[in-house]
């Protein structure tokens, strides 16, 4: 157990991330390595993929095309290993890290449905409330916003829990016990309690908030209308700075390194935001309408 | 023609529905991208266009009845031949030279498109003005299936006259730039 302990250690240190960015216009999945980012892989993904997931621990990355209504799954290289049909209207996506199964969210049914990504078979369904969008899942806890119920769904074993938000909840991210969930009509994020089962804060952001990641120790909301990021400290809740960044910011996660990646929709590009000096620090090009909806960064095994 | 392409429509939706999935989802947002050189310093450009109270560089524009001049201010504009359009500022950052403003109603007759929004912005490139028009948006039928002039290339081609016609103002009132 120790000397695996030191071998998980030292596999850590030689380390580096990959960044799955879809983009949505061109049909194209691209991996970046975030370490020195490089393209490492540029890939037809078709069918408008928004939603993607990086499971670092099996290798995999998937993401969901909505026109086609299909899951696919590739490995860290952007191969493709397979893609499924999945029922109804698939759109959100999270991978459960313990089992490597896909959360995706179906708009047409309000479900969400866990799918099997080696064989395409549904494991499980949950109803949520009305299109749901956004989903997370960590620490036992699943989360998922519903874009029309103004409300998300907490779902902690077998037990269910609706909870009213702010207007239009899209994208959603847990940090420890708590939900961040941006209310892109309300240009604000819900902070949940999921022990409590109810909202304890209220952050306010810039116009059209899409969606959330953490790095030391502050929070990061994309602003689609804005062009710009809201920071707020992750203890406090209070907003201490605005970041401009390229037009119609969407998908944003943090890498392992303490980067911050977010795509922007309009300019085509992705941007590294250190998150301690809040500045960009690169420009990427990315193939046409870059959404990376998701937790989209992971580690890859050396 | 017309006829090729119906037929050919037909084939894909007849192929893509072999897949069992077609066009489950509805539709994804679009984009344009479109931008003119004028003969004309950024300076002067952006002195005429930057303003959401008054487009007297844009012909066929009769009324304009705004609320201000700061993000989020509405106006309601009346063309020339009555259409009516209802927007919101979205951005007006003189430093960067860049205004973006949406429409709050949709409005087929104005541009055959939802959702829509335009962000112009003037840069100064060998001493000429570039702008630069960009559109998001999504096609003007919201649901699966599209008429053939509401679809995702009907309603590009529609946002694209739409911002054409801004360019011909533009250079009407500068000149063409090179």
């Known amino acids: 157990m120790i000397r695996l302990a030191a071998l998980l250690l030292m596999a850590g240190a030689a380390r580096a991330d990959v960044a799955a960015i879809t983009s949505q216009n061109a049909g194209m999945l691209t991996l970046v390595q975030t370490e020195n980012l490089e393209i490492v892989a540029s890939t037809p993904l078709p069918g408008k993929p928004a939603a993607v997931a990086l499971d670092a621990a099996r290798g995999r990355v998937m993401a969901v095309a909505v026109e086609t209504a299909r899951l696919h799954v590739f490995d860290l290289a952007g191969n493709p290993l397979s893609d499924w049909p999945v029922a109804g209207a698939p759109f959100g996506l999270a991978i459960r890290p313990d089992t490597g199964t896909a959360l995706v969210t179906d708009q047409a049914g309000a479900l969400l449905r866990e799918i099997d990504p080696a064989t395409g078979r549904q494991l499980a369904q949950w109803p949520t409330g009305a299109l749901p969008s956004g989903v997370a899942e960590g620490g036992g806890w699943i989360v998922v916003a519903n874009r029309d119920g103004d409300t998300v769904t907490v779902i902690r074993g077998d037990a269910a829990q609706e909870i009213a938000v702010g207007h239009h909840p899209f994208g959603v991210t847990l940090l420890g016990a708590r939900a961040f969930v941006t209310d892109v009509l309300s240009d604000q994020v819900s902070v949940i309690d999921l022990a409590g089962g109810r909202v304890i804060a209220n952050i306010p952001t810039g116009e059209r908030p899409y969606a959330t990641a953490f790095a030391a120790g502050r929070g990061f909301v994309t602003n689609q209308y804005d062009a710009s990021l809201t920071v707020f400290d992750e203890e406090s809740l209070k907003v201490v700075a605005r970041i401009e960044t390229d037009d119609y910011p969407e998908g944003i996660a943090a890498s392992s390194e303490g980067q911050i990646l977010v795509a922007n929709w309009f300019s085509d590009t992705v941007q590294v935001i250190d998150p301690v000096s809040m500045q960009v620090v690169e420009t990427l090009d990315m193939p046409e309408g870059p959404r990376a909806f998701g937790a989209f960064t992971g580690a890859k095994a050396p | ?178």
């Open chain 2, 1 to 178: 023609m017309r006829k090729i392409i119906v037929a050919l429509a037909g084939m894909l939706a007849l192929i893509a529905g072999l897949g069992g999935q077609a066009q489950a989802h509805g539709p994804s947002r679009l984009k344009t991208d479109q931008s003119v050189t004028l003969n004309a310093s950024a300076a002067d450009v952006w002195a005429a266009i930057g303003s959401f109270q008054q487009m007297d560089w844009l012909p066929g524009v009769a009324k304009i009845e705004a609320t201000g001049n700061e993000k989020g201010a509405t106006r309601t504009r009346t063309l020339a031949d009555g259409t009516v359009v209802q927007e919101e500022l979205l951005k007006l950052d003189p430093a960067k030279m860049a205004i973006s403003v949406r429409l709050t109603e949709d409005n087929l007759t104005y541009v055959k498109a939802t959702n829509y929004a335009l962000h112009l912005t003037v840069k100064e490139q060998g001493g000429k003005a570039v702008v630069d028009l960009k559109g998001a948006f999504y096609r003007a039928y919201p649901q699966n299936d599209p008429p053939a002039d509401q679809d995702d290339a009907a309603s590009t081609a529609s946002v694209e006259a739409l911002h054409q016609g801004l360019i011909d103002a533009l250079v009407a009132r500068f000149g063409a730039g090179g």
